[in-house]
């Protein structure tokens, strides 16, 4: 059973009036649509004899009715316009029926309708269209939160609580059009990215999703099975290898947009499913690709905002280039005054304790150098700034450094104390790599689930021989956060996970007669619209009392009526 208010309850009556009326509250035929209100806003006063003869459809989002006139609003993908709607322009014959009951009675906030007419500006001088036609397209049968703005355009009282508005993406969006704004940014964000990677002959391509072993990265992967194949599958946690059979199958250079999944916590920069960009390029190391990422970034935020300056909370970040370039030892002795270089894993944890540092017993080398970066260096990191030169038990896909031993030629980029990009100098030698991925499934066996597994088709890959390459990820979603000026990861995301909405439970006739209700009066609780316990207990005394008395004799129900003492009963 659906728990309908009594607002919904009534649209559902608005609907079939209106089909008993003969009009179809969702009809099939397209509408034609030849303007926007932003067209109309933007365009009007320069250019009117344009405006004569329009056509325009959105949601019905305000109304004043006066008699036989009435302005309201409709808001399309482009914003709001306001519409003057006089009885005798739509209702061209004798009968009136279409806007005094159609329009005034049964049309609602929220609805979806067409109109035509022409642009006028009203004495007050707000621009508005004339309706001489209009066509209901869309009834809605749930109401729209209400939100209150006053003449500066201020809301209050609005839909702003962010678990509904994340769960109910569709009525944030609707109510909240500014909302828009960020996923607008976000699609111009991926578009430029892909417009300069174009530019230098990069190829767009796709890889797999559901992938046989999970590599390219250290997570939890989703598993799931392919039931034709009888085998195991995941949800992939990176695309690198695939793309580097690309690089190894003659591409110079190749990217990826695309979703990776990982089984892991979520909190305000972490969603199990999120967006990156992978790009891997032929003949090149992790030096030259400082350079790509810093004019990258440099043009992006240029095209984004006019400036490469961006306002990220309290702070000012330049994405101008040259970025700072530390080193992952150096980064920990400058804010911890500890040398970590040369310590063994016993010295490390020692290291941990002392800082106050959890571990467990499955955190190698790399691991645990990792913690003590994560809790004492990574927020220090406002501008801009490259960690390099990790330690090879951090990273089993990056190339062993030419000049350090015990490093890797990879570089992390941190922004405001989160990191949202990693590349490396790729390891291209198969013997070495098989190596790494047989530490990795040391770390497995001592209880470490974000080891990498073994990959033998990516080892035979690098077996035919892989050019000398440098690769990059950069997460989508942090990026966009940091453009937009958002602090959680879900507002930049239409749809992120959440928790199972909790089931409201139905009271059966029981669960009502244990509360002392007889038998013969649930009927008349039900014809109320009241169906659970936190329905009932929300009720004035009073007014039940009235009411189910009242419901009683429509319902010509047997049983008695109650006393108000026993409806006082049934709410204690």
Known sequence: MQLLSEQEIERRKDREELMKLGINPYPAESFPINVTAADIHQNYENNKTDYKDISIAGRLMSRRIMGSASFAEIQDSTG???????????????????????????????????????????????????????????????????????EEGNTYDGFTDPELRYRQRYVDLTVNPEVKEVFITRTKIISNMRRYFDDHGWLEVETPILQAVHGGAAARPFNTHHNTLDM?????????????????????????????????????????????????VAYKDYIWMMEMVEELLEKVTLSIHGTTVVTVGDKQIDFAGPYRRISMYDSIKEYTGIDVSEMNEDGLRKVCKDLGIETDASMGKGKLIDEIFGAKVEDHLIQPTYIT?????????????????????????????????NAYSELNDPIDQRERFEEQLKLAARGDDEAMAMDDDFLRALEYGMPPTSGLGIGIDRLTMMLTNKTTIQEVLFFPQMRPEKKVKIATDEDFMALGIPMGLIPALRDLNIHTIEQLKDQDANKLFNDVCGRRKKLKLVANNPTKEEVEGWLA
């Open 80 to 150: 709001r316009l306001q519409i003057y709607v006089r009885r005798d322009d739509i209702c061209g014959g004798e009968d009136k029926t279409f806007y005094n009951t159609v329009f005034k009675k049964l049309l609602g906030i929220g609805d979806f309708i067409g109109v035509k007419g022409y642009i006028f500006t009203t004495q007050t001088g707000e621009i508005s269209l004339h309706v001489t036609e209009l066509k209901v397209l869309s009834k809605a049968v749930k109401p729209l939160p209400v939100v209150k703005r006053d």
């Open 232 to 280: 195991p599958l995941y949800l992939r946690i990176a695309n690198e290898l695939y793309l580097k059979r690309l690089i190894v199958g003659g591409f110079d250079g190749v990217y990826e947009f695309g979703k990776m999944f990982r089984n892991e916590g979520m909190d305000r920069t972490h969603n199990p499913e999120f967006t990156s960009m992978e790009i891997y």
């Open 389 to 421: 030169d990790y330690p090879i038990e951090m990273t089993p896909l990056a190339k062993k450094h030419r000049t350090k031993d015990g490093l890797v030629e990879r570089f992390e980029l941190f922004v405001n104390g989160k990191e949202i990009a």
